[in-house]
Nanobody, 119 residues
Framework: VQLQASGGGLVQAGGSLRLSCAAS????????MGWYRQAPGKQRELVAR???????NYPDSVKGRFTISRDDSKNTVYLQMNSLKPDDTAVYYC??????????????WGQGTLVTVSS
């Protein structure tokens, strides 16, 4: 199983970006998909998470600005980021708890995509 993230880039403060992360491989089911970020010198933190069935959660720092969604037909999760701030600058990683065809449930991480917000 692999997670492939895309969509990062450079944007001015107040702008928007949309990240995508597609899971591929011998997937039986996906429990949840989410996004984390890590800024230089800081710990990795949760940005958004969406569970099977559509329940979502966000930290206060992004609530109302970021929206996570998933397309189960494509095994893909999206992160729409609006009203971006310089503090949102970080490498964004997607992750997912995936049950493979063979039966085991594992957590997978994508390779990270850089988001830079200029002031």
């Amino acid at each position: 199983v692999q997670l492939q993230a895309s969509g990062g880039g450079l944007v001015q403060a107040g702008g928007s970006l949309r990240l995508s992360c597609a899971a591929s491989g011998s997937i039986f089911s996906i429990n949840f998909m989410g996004w984390y970020r890590q800024a230089p010198g800081k710990q990795r933190e949760l940005v958004a998470r969406i569970f099977d069935g559509g329940r979502t959660n966000y930290p206060d720092s992004v609530k109302g600005r970021f929206t996570i969604s998933r397309d189960d037909s494509k095994n893909t999760v999206y992160l729409q980021m609006n009203s971006l701030k310089p503090d949102d600058t970080a490498v964004y990683y997607c992750n997912a708890d995936i049950r493979v065809v063979a039966g085991s449930l594992n957590r997978y991480w994508g390779q990270g995509t850089l988001v830079t917000v200029s002031s």
